[in-house]
């Protein structure tokens, strides 16, 4: 919108005293929206612009908070290509079972 653009007027003032004395003296309960707590609230991110929401979510991803489980190291390894095959054709996760079978492994194959 250009900065010297009018904007026309949607609704007159007759309307929005009419709107405003239709509302309801308490808040109508809907039990598929019910009201929010200060719980629903908790880690939400306020701010005041753009620029500064964004500077806000890029620290909350530089700092992980705790941690469900030790950090994974990447690493590179040299499968044949069937086995690689067969180990994606198990689906989504297949990496974390090899890692749980090399973690058996090893508790049988002592170093």
């Given at each position: 919108?250009?900065?010297?653009?009018?904007?026309?007027?949607?609704?007159?003032?007759?309307?929005?005293?009419?709107?405003?004395?239709?509302?309801?003296?308490?808040?109508?309960?809907?039990?598929?929206?019910?009201?929010?707590?200060?719980?629903?609230?908790?880690?939400?991110?306020?701010?005041?612009?753009?620029?500064?929401?964004?500077?806000?979510?890029?620290?909350?991803?530089?700092?992980?908070?705790p941690?469900?489980?030790?950090?994974k190291?990447?690493?590179?390894?040299?499968f044949?290509?069937?086995?690689?095959?067969?180990?994606?054709?198990?689906?989504?996760?297949?990496?974390?079972?090899?890692?749980?079978?090399?973690?058996?492994?090893?508790?049988?194959?002592?170093?």
């Amino acid at each position: 919108m250009k900065p010297n653009a009018i904007s026309k007027k949607f609704f007159s003032p007759e309307q929005i005293e009419a709107a405003l004395a239709a509302v309801p003296e308490r808040p109508v309960y809907d039990e598929e929206n019910p009201p929010t707590t200060a719980a629903d609230w908790d880690g939400a991110i306020v701010s005041h612009s753009y620029a500064e929401l964004r500077e806000k979510l890029a620290e909350r991803r530089r700092t992980r908070g705790p941690q469900k489980a030790p950090l994974k190291v990447s690493t590179t390894i040299r499968f044949d290509a069937d086995v690689l095959a067969a180990l994606k054709a198990t689906g989504k996760g297949w990496q974390t079972r090899v890692n749980e079978v090399m973690r058996d492994w090893l508790r049988t194959h002592p170093a």
